[in-house]
Structure formats: structure tokens, C-alpha cells
């Protein structure tokens, strides 16, 4: 579990724009080993959740 912990976090902070270098480096060792499908899965579950989000927010704000 730690290891999708760490995907999430690594997503995360690339969806807003900070990091690490040594993260990144990380990151770039666990793709060669596993692939990038678990980035590419968590990058698309957080996008769309990030959608709704607005989605509900602009349809609870606006009347």
C-alpha cells in the first residue's frame, strides 16, 4: 500500500506543480521497474475527480 501511496503523492504534487528532484527520480526508477500504468490510472481517477469537484462546487454556487 505504500507503494500507491507514493503514486498518489507523486500525481498529486504534478497536478499542482511542486516536487522534489529526488522524488522525481524516484518516480522515474519505479516506472522502469512497474511501467507507468499506475501513474496513468491514478493520474485519470484523480482528473475526473477533480472535475466533479468543480462540476458540484459551480452548481452549488450558481443558482
Same mark, same amino acid.
Given at each position: 500500500?505504500?507503494?500507491?501511496?507514493?503514486?498518489?503523492?507523486?500525481?498529486?504534487?504534478?497536478?499542482?506543480?511542486?516536487?522534489?528532484? /529526488?522524488?522525481?527520480?524516484?518516480?522515474? /526508477?519505479?516506472? /522502469?521497474?512497474?511501467?507507468?500504468?499506475?501513474?496513468i490510472?491514478?493520474?485519470?481517477?484523480?482528473?475526473?475527480?477533480?472535475?466533479?469537484?468543480?462540476?458540484?462546487?459551480?452548481?452549488?454556487?450558481?443558482?
Open positions: 500500500m505504500k507503494g500507491l501511496g507514493q503514486v498518489f503523492k507523486a500525481v498529486a504534487s504534478a497536478m499542482i506543480g511542486v516536487g522534489k528532484r /529526488e522524488d522525481l527520480k524516484k518516480d522515474f /526508477e519505479r516506472t /522502469e521497474k512497474q511501467g507507468p500504468w499506475p501513474y490510472i491514478v493520474g485519470l481517477v484523480m482528473t475526473i475527480v477533480f472535475i466533479g469537484l468543480v462540476v458540484v462546487v459551480v452548481k452549488s454556487v450558481l443558482p
